[in-house]
Nanobody, 121 residues
């Protein structure tokens, strides 16, 4: 079994910063891409950022230049640095990872439990 545990959410004023962390643990052979999604009240979950095992990244347009995704592959951990936060960034942020649990096993998508980010105006 694999678990993703997030941390780092909270309440911050507009223009402020936060760093989210997500650590994967359990039966892990290899971690492929790791990413972040968010879900605001009354809205569907949306893609925020992704980082591939080789380090290539991609972001939704609304966070480009403000958010940075990074990873520590040795720790199976992904980070999301949120800068210049806006009230519209308020949401529950979920991490996601595609993980092989064994050498011959295909990848399985796992999700964290979510961490709340609230940006006040």
């Amino acid at each position: 079994q694999v678990h993703l545990v997030e941390s780092g959410g909270g309440l911050v004023q507009a223009g402020g910063s936060l760093r989210l962390s997500c650590a994967a643990s359990g039966s892990i052979f290899r971690v492929n891409a790791m990413g972040w999604y968010r879900q605001a009240p009354g809205k569907q979950r949306e893609f925020v950022a992704i980082i591939e095992s080789g380090g290539r990244t991609n972001y939704v347009d609304s966070v480009k230049g403000r958010f940075t995704i990074s990873r520590d592959s040795a720790k199976n951990t992904v980070y999301l640095h949120l800068n210049s936060l806006k009230p519209e960034d308020t949401a529950v942020y979920y991490c996601e990872a595609d993980i092989h649990s064994a050498a011959l096993a295909g990848p399985t998508q796992y999700w964290g439990q979510g961490t709340q980010v609230t940006v006040s105006s």
